[in-house]
């Protein structure tokens, strides 16, 4: 409150300053000078609430509003920018892995296009790439063996015995991936499996 009391105050002094000031200078071009001077001053008293607030002085902001409407307004404006930097990342970090896996299933086709690919991408907090697995499911119809059923085991991804050609095509991709992504080779794993949808 004493804050727009000062304000106040700093308004009726500059303009009890003006009209002495017109008092006491003799009718001449002076004093259309002084009235453009003291009128400039006048618009800077009245607009330094608003400066205030764009250069974002809230010290000064806090002695014309009251505290506690900035502070609760404040406090629940930084949770709100909190809340969605943190939805930003994981939209952000999850379009980012759908486009390496868009990305990266075009070069998975060149080399199996007839597999059906699962693509699981692990990124660190910075958008690194951290690990990279292809997993490749032969699609074709083959015979299939019955096997017991044990319960109380963990179903475990079968793998498949990887034949020459695929082994040297899966060295490529690999490879490929590899300098695509511009990545560490251990980093990305092509697996094989069987079954299909």
């Not at 002094?13 to 071009?29: G, K, V, W």
């Not at 806090?62 to 930097?85: C, F, H, L």
């Not at 074709?140 to 095509?169: L, M, T």
């Amino acid at each position: 409150m004493s804050a727009i009391i000062n304000w106040v105050k700093n308004l009726i002094f500059i303009i009890l300053f003006t009209a002495l000031l017109e008092m006491f200078l003799p009718e001449s071009n002076m004093g259309k000078y002084v009235r453009i001077v003291m009128g400039f001053f006048i618009i800077s008293i009245l607009l330094q609430p608003i400066t205030a607030i764009f250069r974002q002085d809230y010290n000064q902001l806090q002695y014309i509003v009251p505290e506690g409407i900035i502070s609760a307004n404040w406090q629940d404006i930084q949770e709100r920018g909190k809340r969605m930097e943190e939805a930003n990342q994981t939209v952000l970090m999850n379009y980012y892995q759908e486009e390496i896996g868009k990305r990266v299933r075009e070069i998975v086709s060149l080399y199996f296009a007839d597999y059906q690919q699962d693509i699981k991408i692990s990124l660190d907090e910075d958008y690194r790439i951290e690990s990279l697995q292809v997993v490749l499911t032969e699609t074709g119809i083959r015979p299939v063996e019955i096997k017991a059923v044990e319960i109380g085991r963990e179903a475990v991804e079968e793998r498949v015995e990887v034949s020459k050609d695929n082994r040297i095509n899966k060295e490529r991709l690999e490879y490929s991936l590899s300098q695509f992504l511009q990545i560490s080779a251990d980093k990305v794993q092509v697996v094989f499996t069987t079954g299909g949808k």
